[in-house]
T-cell receptor
Framework: EAGVTQSPTHLIKTRGQQATLRCSPISGHTSVYWYQQALGLGLQFLLWYDEGEERNRGNFPPRFSGRQFPNYSSELNVNALELEDSALYLC??????????????FGPGTRLTVL | RKEVEQDPGPFNVPEGATVAFNCTYS??????FFWYRQDCRKEPKLLMSVYSSGNEDGRFTAQLNRASQYISLLIRDSKLSDSATYLC??????????????FGKGTKLSVIP
């Protein structure tokens, strides 16, 4: 069974540009989560999508946004990039996320570098 | 108080040793708990889910103490391949019946030959 996939693997942008990151969940999973892991820091929750709707977002500015498509894949958009946005962006998926017991499985991540 | 707190380590242990990691969490309403491992520059991988009073999977044992809001992970007979960062993860309620995973910063383990 294929795991969570993410693209691109690496992305290099300059300050002020926009970045788009993509994620495909495990087949049968409807929930997709986005996390940011900056160097030396823990994973920070960004966004949760389920059934095409944004269900929750972490403490990040509105220039971090995304969407979930009918096939449950998801896109994370980061506008007006800043140097501190450089990080590993991880996507995870789970069965429908309203249960606290659903385990999340992670993709390999997209490493975003902002110059 | 931080939401999920772990000893950052590093823990340097010889092969075959037993090592234990501790984790405390701040929200008593938390329902579920997990341990993930993360290798350098890789994604976190689920190691164990921790339900009720704890559980065991081979060389790994996880314990949960709800009264003290404390979770532990015990690794017996350490292998070189156990070298990684171990993340304590707690599912916090975040309103409207929703939950959110909160990650500790991890404990780094190095198993030495």
């Amino acid at each position: 069974e294929a795991g969570v996939t993410q693209s691109p693997t690496h992305l290099i942008k300059t300050r002020g540009q926009q970045a788009t990151l993509r994620c495909s969940p495990i087949s049968g999973h409807t929930s997709v989560y986005w996390y940011q892991q900056a160097l030396g820091l823990g994973l920070q929750f960004l966004l949760w999508y389920d059934e095409g709707e944004e269900r929750n977002r972490g403490n990040f500015p509105p220039r971090f946004s995304g969407r979930q498509f009918p096939n449950y894949s998801s896109e994370l958009n980061v506008n007006a990039l800043e140097l501190e946005d450089s990080a590993l962006y991880l996507c995870a998926s789970s069965l429908r996320g309203m249960s606290s017991y659903n385990e999340q499985f992670f993709g390999p991540g997209t490493r975003l570098t902002v110059l | 108080r931080k939401e999920v707190e772990q000893d950052p380590g590093p823990f340097n242990v010889p092969e075959g040793a037993t090592v234990a990691f501790n984790c405390t969490y701040s929200n008593s309403a938390s329902q579920s708990f997990f341990w993930y491992r993360q290798d350098c520059r890789k994604e976190p991988k689920l190691l164990m889910s921790v339900y009720s009073s704890g559980n065991e999977d081979g060389r790994f044992t996880a314990q949960l103490n709800r009264a003290s809001q404390y979770i532990s992970l015990l690794i017996r007979d350490s292998k070189l391949s156990d070298s990684a960062t171990y993340l304590c993860v707690v599912n916090f309620p975040s309103g409207a019946g929703s939950y959110q995973l909160t990650f500790g910063k991890g404990t780094k383990l190095s198993v030495i030959p």
